[in-house]
């Protein structure tokens, strides 16, 4: 409700212990927020400022509910990652060959 206009998602991982990679999966029920769209490898001073701001109202969330403040109920899209579907790629190069299907994206 605070960045209403902000393409923020919220993805849950429910990843084993033995399959965590990154910080998102280090809690009891691993969560990460995406911002963007942003290519990989650039950094546009846009997007990093509403993660900058994300971030801190989910900050804010935690100390507060960690205070006691009861908050009026609603809903939130979570997307749950269910699998991973890499790119088609040659065996010996290990180069991408092919796209994914847009009913898979």
């Known amino acids: ?3 209403p206009d ?3 998602r919220y993805i849950h991982f429910d990843v084993s212990s033995e ?3 990154s910080l998102d999966s280090v809690g009891k029920h691993g969560f990460a927020m995406e911002i963007g769209p942003q290519p990989h490898g650039v ?3 846009n997007i990093y400022t509403a993660m900058k701001v994300g971030v801190q109202h989910v900050l ?3 100390r507060f509910f960690n205070s006691g403040t009861i908050f009026e109920g609603g809903f939130v899209d979570v997307f749950t990652m ?3 579907i890499d790119y088609p790629r040659d065996r010996e190069t290990r180069n991408i060959t092919a796209a994914i299907h847009p009913q898979l994206q």
């Open 60 to 62: 804010d969330w935690v």
């Open 1 to 3: 409700r605070q960045m």
């Open 19 to 21: 399959e965590s990679y």
């Open 82 to 84: 269910i699998k991973h």
């Open 6 to 8: 902000i393409p923020l």
């Open 43 to 45: 950094v546009r001073s």
